[in-house]
């Protein structure tokens, strides 16, 4: 089978790996990539400046806490998306994903975008920092 | 709620409009637009010269027949999608979904993008001529 021009099963692809927080690439959308990832536990806070980042849940529940700044009042808010959800993180808001137990994620951002954004906490082990490994190598 | 800001459900969004082949957007990425739309029987063979496509099955089935460049050997095919399966259709590839019972799908791509394309066989009753719908109008 040739990963770049036969479909590809989202369950075969989450099954081919077991790390936590560190998203393969299924496939690619002009400059955009198509990653899904398994979580669980706490991401770090971090921003990416110059993108949204959107989100569907394939598995399980995620919540996103938010920084979001509205005018005078900013605020933090959670918000949580369970299975077959989708939200879209906006360009320059702070966000930490946290998955209660194990879930998968499906992503979709533009090529190099790093897991950990532009600015962030200290990253601790289990979060994987990278633009996304290829799903077969 | 807010249909910018909180998460949507992807069932939600499907149960609210029943048209076939008329895609909703449920959210937007950057310059991109995520639509959902049901499907059943055939589209139209047409091809996006400029932006690849992509899809993801929800419920159901979907086939996507391809036209293919390769070299001096044209070819068609048609790849099948169950659900659970993701697949881009390269720009330039002329391209014709299928759906043998009703189905559910997510795509990607350049907001703007017209379901059928910038060229196109004749656009039967049944297949909807748009770049998407605002899923609460």
Redesign the interface.
Known sequence: MDPIS??????KALSSFTDLWSPRI?????D?D?RVAKVEGEHVWHVHDH????F?V?EGELHIALREKKGETDGERT????K?????VP?GTEHKPYAPSTAAI?V???TGTLSVGDRHDDVPDHVDVTPGHMLRP
Chains 1, 2 share one sequence.
Request: proline fraction near 9%; charge should be negative.
């Open positions: 036969d479909p590809i099963s989202l369950d299924v496939t690619a959308v002009n955009y198509v993108t949204d980042e959107f569907l394939l918000v949580v998306l369970p077959g959800s989708v939200f879209t360009r499906l979709f951002e533009p």
